[in-house]
């Protein structure tokens, strides 16, 4: 067994020598920094156990800290790792109804993920029309999207949906899940600060690579594809989960004000028979025709408790797999 003097003295040596081959200390530093190992050596010599756990915080000078953690050598804070979810496998085949679909409902207060089939809700998939909430995120706090004059102008393209077929404000945008208005404030967030902006969030596989949307099969139409439809970008429901606590947490680092607009246009109105408020926003994608993707996601509120959620339907056949049933599913769970 090591002798505990000799470790420490050892110990002392190396941070010593690793000091003096980085050149980021002074000699009074050094200086400092044997006076505390000799000090710590005199505790274990007088019978003072030190644990390891006291040897790799506190045992050194600060300066020596601070001097390795800007060389890479030690992690910038001392905080013990968050404690995982507890993962519930609930069966919540009777709400689904023959859909192939997951559900993921994240409840930090109570830190438990209730989840039914976890193998899909694991599964990444295109975000679709859910991405808006994140793209709606990043224009706000960058000032992209100005709330006082956030309305932009139809280029005269007939569209599908005839509510695109206009002049368009944000809120109106959100609500109606107009593409081109965002394809247009994607744009203008541009790869750099998206690709940022992602991997802070961990959102899903953070994959931008695909901007045009080319991977879409179902369009060709630039102002209706992009990498979060269909394309490269792909995050699971369970993943969905996570990010809208990351945004609407207690830890978000994202401004009150841009988190109280989106709560605003995420808002799912005409539920006022229930106490629970409930925010999201659908998403729906087609491969041939045919629905193989359809979500509802975002979070609710009761009595100033927050849960967080996400409904996905993959294809089923012999079913219309669509967001509104996600929807459906999902307030029904919620309020259940």
């Known amino acids: 067994m090591t002798n505990p003097i000799f470790f420490v003295k050892s110990i002392g040596c190396g941070i010593l020598c690793m000091a003096l081959l980085t050149g980021c200390v002074s000699q009074e530093n050094l200086k400092q920094g044997q006076e505390k190992a000799e000090e710590e050596q005199g505790n274990f010599e007088n019978g003072i156990f030190l644990d390891e756990e006291f040897l790799y915080k506190d045992f050194r000078a600060e300066e020596f800290v601070e001097a390795e953690t800007e060389a890479g050598i030690l992690p910038e804070v001392w ?54 909430i994140i793209s709606s995120l990043i224009a706000l706090e960058n000032g992209v999207i100005d709330l006082e004059d956030s309305t ?37 967030i541009g790869p750099e600060l998206m690709q940022e902006e992602l991997n802070r969030l961990s959102y899903g596989n953070c994959d931008i690579s695909d901007w045009e949307g080319r991977l879409n099969t179902n369009n060709n139409n630039r102002a209706l594809t992009g990498f979060w439809l269909e394309s490269s970008l792909g995050i699971s429901p369970k993943e969905q989960t996570e990010v809208m606590e990351r ?53 609710a509120e009761n009595a100033g408790r927050s849960v967080y959620f996400c409904v996905y339907l993959g294809r089923t056949d012999g079913k219309n797999a669509t967001s509104a049933a996600a929807k459906e599913i999902a307030i029904r769970l919620l309020t259940d």
């Open 247 to 299: 945004i609407f947490g207690e830890a978000s680092v994202y401004s009150e004000a841009v988190r109280e607009e989106l709560k605003k246009v995420m808002l799912v109105e005409g539920r006022t028979e229930s106490e629970i408020s409930v925010y999201g926003k659908t998403g729906m994608g087609k491969l041939d025709g045919i629905t193989v993707d359809a979500w509802f996601a975002g979070f």
């Open 152 to 188: 932009r102008k139809w280029s005269g393209e007939v569209f599908w949906n005839e509510k695109w077929n206009k002049d368009i404000d944000f809120s109106g945008a959100f609500r109606e899940s107009c593409v081109w208005y965002f394809r247009e404030i994607i744009d203008e």
């Open 79 to 132: 905080e013990e790792p968050m404690a995982e979810p507890e993962i519930i496998e609930a069966d919540w085949s009777e709400y689904f109804d023959g859909f192939n679909g997951a559900a993921v409902i994240y409840d930090v207060s109570a830190l438990r993920l209730h989840i039914y089939n976890r193998a899909l809700a694991e599964t990444r998939r295109s975000p679709c029309s859910t991405f808006k």
